[in-house]
């Protein structure tokens, strides 16, 4: 197992890896909207989806792979009233590409956020 880490997305907050590297798969650890240099972005859904797809970009990004390499997605939201606008983003970022998702809403998440998104990619 390869751990994979950049600067360019915020540093873990406990005691894992932004993602691993298993086999042929990449899996990120769920990504929150805390901007590279750990603050947090205190804004709408919108604005938090954003920094969670940019995150994840990034991440991606660290592992040689892009967001079509991804085969699986999870969304965590906090309110499923906001399912529609992450949608909304959520296919606005992958465009034609289609890989399957889970979304559900839990309790809550790490610092407040409203959402938290994790990917498994397929290395080619």
Do not use: W
């Not at 751990?3 to 990449?26: F, H, M």
């Not at 990004?61 to 079509?68: E, F, S, V």
């Amino acid at each position: 197992m390869d751990l994979i880490s950049t600067d360019r997305a915020p540093a873990a907050i406990g005691p894992y890896a932004q993602a691993v590297c298993a086999g042929p798969y990449v899996f990120t650890s769920g990504q929150i909207p805390l901007r590279p240099d750990g603050t947090f972005v205190d804004g709408s859904i919108d604005d938090q989806v954003q920094q969670v797809l940019a995150n994840l970009d990034a991440i991606l990004l660290a592992a040689g792979l892009t967001r079509r390499d991804v085969v699986k997605a999870t969304i965590f939201l906090t309110d499923l009233v906001n399912f529609e606008r992450v949608n909304q983003a959520y296919a606005a970022y992958f465009g034609d590409h289609r890989p399957a998702r889970s979304t559900v809403q839990v309790a809550a998440l790490p610092r407040g956020a409203m959402v938290e998104i994790e990917f498994t990619a397929l290395r080619g």
